[in-house]
């Protein structure tokens, strides 16, 4: 075959692709759970890659990871390299990582601290705000440096979090979702924070499974006993569950919160986001094992240690848990069509002091096993999955209505960004 015959063939599936998926979605039931190829097929999840997380915006990180000019880390989205960095005027930026000349990685650590991006193949180098400053001496009078500065990627902060968007395209409104997330984490400072603990975890199981799971607690009671020292589990106290006990300690709570001007309503932005303060379990104040605070030194502004615990949701790739001693932040990143990284990270106030402050056992003590349940929930669920014995199932619109909003906003999303 020749190289535009191999083009042509590669064109022709994708072509196909787009239409097996827009078929699956169209002909999707919307209560049962999605067909075996949205969990295994290649092709499928190249379109996860290509209209999801190439297309909307994506969690990678925190402002208080680089805190200071020149720091940056690294994180790949589907293929793509990408790199954020801490500028000189203090903004960050987000870049292709991938160098102008012969298309190198510039950055390959997790990582770092530098003066100026330096590529380590033939040290072209770049400043912070990725303009061209050195290309050797032998490239030419025609050669433009300023026709070769780094890409940039879009990129938003509010609240601490970064934001990526890698379209080149259409760049979908994210500024109602920033500025709840601005109002929401006022409290918690922040920038006057730093990651404590950190742990990644390579699943395997499709990046949905990862998520479904997340988005329901009908599995808590039979995996979770550590998380369910602490963590009630309904979203608001409307949920048919809600006992007329936690709607009184909700509305007690609330009172102290609305006094002391901590956000804590309800919030939702379409199906995408959603955040919402709720009491964790009466007399506990953390996600610890016994329910204790983690931290001694408490977030940001905040002085009354019953904050329960503030979720948020970003689709299609995180979810948080905010306390008044720490939070606790959580990445998924798509590997493989079967496997799935989820990154954990503990974050305290930048001024608690490892082993005086707080003990990083304790602070990871819940999340850990918590995390490793899931594991290996997810990774039971895709070996199901991949059976010729699989069948769509029935969802519960009590325990699993969490699961239906993201499988619907996840279609909604496909169908939508596969027309643009
Ligand atoms: S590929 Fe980067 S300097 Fe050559
Ligand atoms: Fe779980």
């Known amino acids: 075959m020749s190289h535009i015959d191999l083009l042509n063939t590669a064109c022709r599936n994708?072509?196909?692709?787009?239409?097996?998926?827009?078929?699956?979605?169209?002909?999707?039931?919307?209560?049962?759970?999605?067909?075996?190829?949205?969990?295994?097929?290649?092709?499928?999840?190249?379109?996860?890659?290509?209209?999801?997380?190439?297309?909307?915006?994506?969690?990678?990180?925190?402002t208080s990871e680089i805190p200071a000019r020149g720091d940056y880390f690294t994180v790949e989205i589907g293929q793509n390299p990408v790199l954020l960095v801490r500028d000189g005027d203090g903004s960050v930026e987000a870049f292709h990582n991938v160098c102008r000349h012969r298309g190198s990685r510039i950055c390959n650590s997790r990582k770092g601290k530098v003066a100026n991006l330096v590529c380590p193949y033939h040290q072209w180098t770049y400043d912070l705000k990725g303009n061209l400053l050195f290309a050797g001496t032998e490239m030419g009078d025609s050669f433009d440096m300023k026709e070769h500065g780094l890409k940039k990627a879009h990129c938003r902060t509010a609240g601490g979090f970064i934001f990526v968007n890698l379209t080149t395209g259409e760049v979908p409104d994210l500024d109602p979702f920033l500025a709840t997330m601005d109002e929401y984490m006022e409290p918690y400072d922040m920038e006057n924070t730093k990651v404590a603990v950190e742990s990644n975890i390579l699943e395997k199981a499709n990046w949905k499974l990862v998520i479904e799971n997340n988005r329901e607690c009908y599995h808590c009671s039979g995996s979770h006993p550590e998380l369910l020292n602490t963590l009630l589990e309904w979203d608001d106290t409307h949920d048919p569950r809600a006992s007329e006990e936690f709607v009184a300690q909700y509305e007690r709570q609330a009172a102290a919160w609305d006094e002391e001007k901590i956000p804590h309503?309800?919030?939702?932005?379409?199906?995408?986001?959603?955040?919402?303060?709720?009491?964790?379990?009466?007399?506990?104040?953390?996600?610890?094992?016994?329910?204790?605070?983690?931290?001694?030194?408490?977030?940001?502004?905040?002085?009354?240690?019953?904050?329960?615990?503030?979720?948020?949701?970003?689709?299609?790739?995180?979810?948080?848990?905010?306390?008044?001693?720490?939070?606790?932040?959580?990445?998924?990143?798509?590997?493989?069509?079967?496997?799935?990284?989820?990154?954990?990270?503990?974050?305290?106030?930048?001024?608690?002091?490892e082993g005086v402050d707080y003990d990083p056992k304790k602070l990871r003590e819940v999340w850990d096993a918590t995390n490793e349940q899931d594991r290996v929930l997810a990774e039971e669920n895709q070996l199901g999955i991949n059976s010729i014995g699989y069948q769509p199932g029935p969802y519960s619109e009590t325990f699993e209505f969490g699961v239906i909003n993201f499988i619907d906003w996840y279609c909604e999303t496909v169908r939508n960004n596969l027309s643009k």
């Open 14 to 62: 994708r072509e196909e692709a787009h239409e097996q998926m827009q078929q699956l979605l169209t002909e999707r039931p919307r209560n049962l759970s999605l067909p075996q190829p949205f969990y295994n097929d290649p092709q499928m999840f190249r379109v996860d890659i290509e209209e999801v997380f190439l297309k909307e915006w994506i969690f990678v990180g925190m």
């Open 265 to 353: 309503k309800h919030v939702s932005h379409g199906l995408q986001n959603r955040v919402v303060r709720m009491p964790l379990k009466e007399g506990t104040v953390a996600m610890t094992i016994d329910g204790t605070a983690s931290c001694t030194k408490l977030m940001g502004r905040i002085k009354n240690p019953e904050m329960g615990s503030m979720r948020i949701l970003h689709l299609p790739n995180s979810w948080n848990h905010m306390q008044s001693d720490h939070v606790v932040v959580f990445r998924v990143l798509p590997i493989s069509p079967q496997e799935t990284l989820v990154t954990t990270k503990w974050l305290v106030h930048k001024d608690a002091v």
